[in-house]
């Protein structure tokens, strides 16, 4: 799923690997810097969004 447009070289990769007795585990991504910002909005939105909704559900009527 490689995208020639876009170098190997601009690429970020982390594996993660869990193996625990006969249950074995692997999972590996690879995001541009695009992507990783992106990430970091949508998390951002997301935890916003959950402060406006924990505000509203406690202020006295």
Do not use: C, H, K, Y
């Not at 982390?14 to 006969?22: L, N, S, Y």
């Not at 991504?29 to 951002?44: D, I, K, Q, R, Y």
């Amino acid at each position: 799923m490689s995208n020639p447009m876009i170098p190997e070289g601009d690429r970020q990769t982390a594996v993660a690997e869990f193996e625990a007795g006969p249950i074995r585990a692997r999972a590996e991504v690879s995001v541009t810097p695009a992507g990783l910002l992106a990430f970091g909005a949508l998390v951002s939105g997301v935890l916003l969004s959950t402060a406006a909704v924990v505000w509203a559900a406690r202020r006295r009527r």
